[in-house]
């Protein structure tokens, strides 16, 4: 099995710490990515770092400051490890992946600035929108009314949205970017939504009016409970729910990511 080993940040952020149950949401992508044959190593150990920005916006000063708390251990990396950094919240998102292979970075395409290695964010109490509004994840995440899941909404929101991130590190982009590498666009409908790699519709209004009716989304996801079991859905203010992502990876993608993984991390085989 590939295998790749993660370093788990979790950050203080203006004086509030993560409060989710790190080892959960850590364990969901862990078991996501073995179902593809990539086994994240992890120690158990969780790291801390603290940051003096309340909203988290990775253009802001939060990433410089991360970036000299976690670079020090980055740089005798050469990309043999990920850090996946959990923070309380961050501006318009809930998660970033900084990584070459993505071209995903906060600095220039293809490089990692202002860190050193790859890192991975992901947001765990809410991602904050226009005019300063959190959106929470115990608000956004809600299980379907008659079923029971074993790990909590938000865990597996956050722990999905950290296996999607850890994605992109791998070299996957969103199934519905129209010149993607690995296999046809989907749309943002129906089943396609159960898809790891499906892009979120967490924040944005305009992508859920771009191809999803939302009021339609829980018949969209209609189906067997082996369909429905992966996914995560939410509720917005008005009501309805939304599906975000489910944590399926293609054969195709999968493969991708082994040889990302074997090849450290800098394969650019597109
Ligand atoms: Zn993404």
């Not at 073995?34 to 120690?43: K, M, S």
């Not at 740089?75 to 071209?103: E, H, K, M, Q, Y």
């Not at 395409?109 to 202002?114: C, K, V």
């Not at 991975?120 to 226009?130: D, K, N, R």
């Amino acid at each position: 099995m590939s295998s790749v080993e993660l370093r788990v940040w979790a950050v203080e952020q203006a004086g509030v710490g993560v409060a989710v149950d790190v080892a959960a949401v850590v364990g969901q992508a862990v078991r996501i990515w073995a179902t593809a044959g990539v086994e994240l190593r992890w120690d158990g150990r969780v790291r801390d770092a603290r940051v003096s920005s309340a909203k988290g916006d990775f253009k802001d000063v939060v990433l410089g400051e991360l970036a000299e708390q976690v670079n020090p251990e980055i740089t005798a990396n050469g990309f043999g490890w990920v850090d996946v950094v959990l923070l309380p919240r961050l501006w318009n998102r809930w998660g970033v992946a900084l990584s070459l292979l993505t071209g995903a970075s906060a600095g220039n395409d293809g490089s990692f600035a202002p860190f050193t290695g790859p890192v991975v964010l992901v947001a765990t109490e809410a991602s904050v929108g226009a005019g300063d509004r959190p959106e929470f994840r115990a608000d956004a995440c809600a299980p379907l009314p008659d079923r029971a899941y074993p790990t909590p909404p938000v865990v597996l929101g956050a722990g999905n949205d950290l296996a999607h991130e850890l994605g992109h590190v791998f070299g996957l982009w969103h199934t519905n970017v129209r010149n993607r590498h690995l296999a046809k666009p989907y749309t943002l409908q129906g089943k396609h939504v159960r898809l790891l790699m499906h892009e979120t519709l967490h924040t944005t209004g305009e992508k859920i009016t771009e191809g999803v009716d939302p009021k339609r989304s829980r018949g969209n996801v209609a189906g067997t409970s082996v369909e429905l079991d992966p996914l995560t859905l939410v509720t917005d203010h008005e009501g309805w729910c939304v599906v975000l992502r489910g944590e399926a990876l293609l054969p195709v993608e999968a493969d991708y990511a082994r040889k990302a993984v074997d090849e450290g991390l800098v394969w650019k085989g597109r």
